[in-house]
Each structure stands twice: as structure tokens, then as C-alpha cells.
């Protein structure tokens, strides 16, 4: 009798019988983690994969979303690369790519066609994935897609079922900071004087994944072993490791006056069934 080797199926039908044993157990494909449990069984190497047109920092931060995201990585894995896709027209944006670089971000520029970014980031991920199923070394790598656009979830799933830990960071809450039922949360939690409120943001995130039902039908969130939940808007204190960063990329002194006590946006929470764990 003949023995076919799962690296032999196809990847429509690899994806579709992942989807089926997840099903048959009762559960989708995200993991609940905090951040010394992801410690505990880090790989070896781990790319970001950053949708700069999707997800763009905002003046003046761009060092300390580098940061935040590096931190975030080291989570999964010992080292970590990060490298953000962007057309033209979003890297015109001043000092942007400087900073990025600076930082030690890895800049892959297309051209304005429409989604350009996004093929050329999704044929990037699926191109390593194969690559490290068919050297036998996917179970040391992680990768990691940073972006809001459903689209990227194929690439996720790929990378996923050839056996590499996937992570996909986004901005979940995107699509409902309009709404008038949660527009009072975002607008009191994306204050500076809630720096220090984290209970209630807290409680207030879970209010949201309750009542919202956006996490169940997140495609992004389903592809991939851990979904983090990533808030531009959220304040959080500066760390000495994120200052060191910024004081590098803007060439300011360790104790320049001025230097940054607190930014918006960085990694808030993991996604499980319409839940948030906290990421702490």
C-alpha cells in the first residue's frame, strides 16, 4: 500500500484537512498564550512579516512600533528579523523609511499597483514556509504577519499547516471603533491619563470581545496558532529598551530632555473564542 506523505498533498488540501481535525476537536486553530508562556517554547528564528500599507505607525513613532514589535517577537522565538512591505506612495511619507531603517527594520519597496505589498509579502511567507517543510527545519522557524487585511490569512494558513508557528498581530478592533456602543471605550482608553488605568482597560476589552462577536469571524485570527491583539491607539509606558531605540533612530542623548515617557500603540491581548488574554 502505497504511504502519501502530507508534504506531497496539495496546499488546498492540506489547509482544508487542518481545518477539519481542529473542527473534530473542538476548537479553532488559536492558542491563548501570555508572554512567559510563549517564552517557554521559543524557536529559533522568527520573521515579521509587516504590512506597512495596512498598518502604519504615526509620526514621530515609528523606532517605538519597530521596538514594540521586536519585543513582541522575542515572545516566539530567540531571533527575530522584521521586514515592512509598502508601495512607493506610503514610503514617501517623511522619514518614514530612515526611521524604519534605522531601527533595523528591512524595507521591501513595490510599486503603486494595487495590493502589490500584499503579493509580493504573501508570495515572501508562502516561499519560506515550503522551503524550511522541505528542509525538515519548519518546526524550528515562527512567522509572524502584521496586518489588518483579511486577504493575508491564506499565506498564514500555508504557513501554519507546513509546521511553522504563526503569529498574526493585528489591529482586531478596527472595524468597531466606530460603533456607537464602543465608541466611548476607545476614546476614554486611548488617553494619556489611562496610562495607568489597566484594570479597567482591561475589563474594557473584554466587554468589547463579548458583545462585539468581530474574533469568531476573523479570518486572520482563525489562520494562525496565536492571533495578538495589537491597539495603535492604547498609550503604554515607554520601556528603557524602547527609549534606547528612539534615542538611536532620532541621534538624541540618553538624557536629552524631552525624550518620550509614552506612546501609542503596541501588543494588548491574545484572542481565544471570543475572549482576551491579557498580554503580560
Known amino acids: 500500500r502505497m504511504r502519501v506523505s502530507s508534504r506531497a498533498l496539495a496546499p488546498r488540501d492540506t489547509a482544508r484537512g487542518a481545518r477539519a481535525r481542529r473542527k473534530r476537536v ?3 486553530a488559536v492558542r491563548a498564550v501570555s508572554r512567559s508562556t510563549a517564552r517557554e ?3 529559533e528564528e522568527l520573521v515579521c512579516y509587516w504590512d506597512l500599507d495596512n498598518m502604519r505607525p504615526p509620526c514621530g513613532v515609528e523606532a ?28 514617501s ?8 531603517t534605522r531601527a533595523g527594520v528591512d524595507i521591501v519597496e513595490v510599486s503603486d499597483v494595487s495590493q502589490a505589498a500584499d503579493e509580493r509579502l504573501m508570495s515572501d511567507v508562502y516561499v519560506r514556509a515550503r522551503d524550511a517543510n522541505g528542509a ?4 524550528e522557524l515562527a512567522t509572524m504577519v502584521m496586518t489588518c487585511d483579511a486577504r493575508l490569512s491564506i499565506c498564514v494558513e500555508q504557513s501554519r499547516v507546513r509546521g511553522l508557528l504563526t503569529i498574526a498581530l493585528s489591529d482586531y478592533l478596527r472595524t468597531w471603533r ?48 496565536v492571533a495578538l491583539v495589537w491597539d495603535p491607539h492604547r ?10 531605540v528612539h534615542n538611536r533612530v532620532h541621534e538624541r542623548g540618553d538624557d536629552d530632555f524631552g525624550s518620550p515617557v509614552a506612546a501609542p500603540g503596541g501588543v494588548v ?3 481565544l473564542d471570543g475572549a482576551i488574554v491579557v498580554w503580560a
Not at 513582541?72 to 506610503?90: I, L
Not at 511619507?93 to 524604519?100: I, K, T
Request: hydrophobic share 40%.
Open 269 to 271: 491581548g491574545t484572542l
Open 178 to 225: 466606530s460603533r456607537p456602543e464602543f465608541r466611548h471605550l476607545f476614546q476614554k482608553f486611548a488617553k494619556v491619563h489611562a496610562l495607568y488605568d489597566a484594570s479597567s482597560y482591561e475589563r474594557a476589552l473584554q466587554t468589547i470581545a463579548r458583545n462585539g462577536k468581530m474574533f469568531s469571524q476573523s479570518k486572520l485570527a482563525k489562520s494562525a496558532d
Open 93 to 100: 511619507a517623511p522619514r518614514l523609511r530612515e526611521r524604519l
Open 26 to 28: 473542538g476548537g479553532g
Open 41 to 43: 517554547n521559543r524557536r
Open 235 to 244: 498609550v503604554m509606558t515607554v520601556t528603557p529598551a524602547e527609549l534606547k
Open 64 to 91: 517605538l512600533w519597530a521596538a514594540r514589535i521586536v519585543e513582541a517577537s522575542k515572545s516566539f522565538a530567540k531571533k527575530c528579523v522584521v521586514r515592512a512591505y509598502a508601495n512607493k506612495t506610503t514610503l
Open 136 to 139: 525538515g527545519v519548519a518546526n
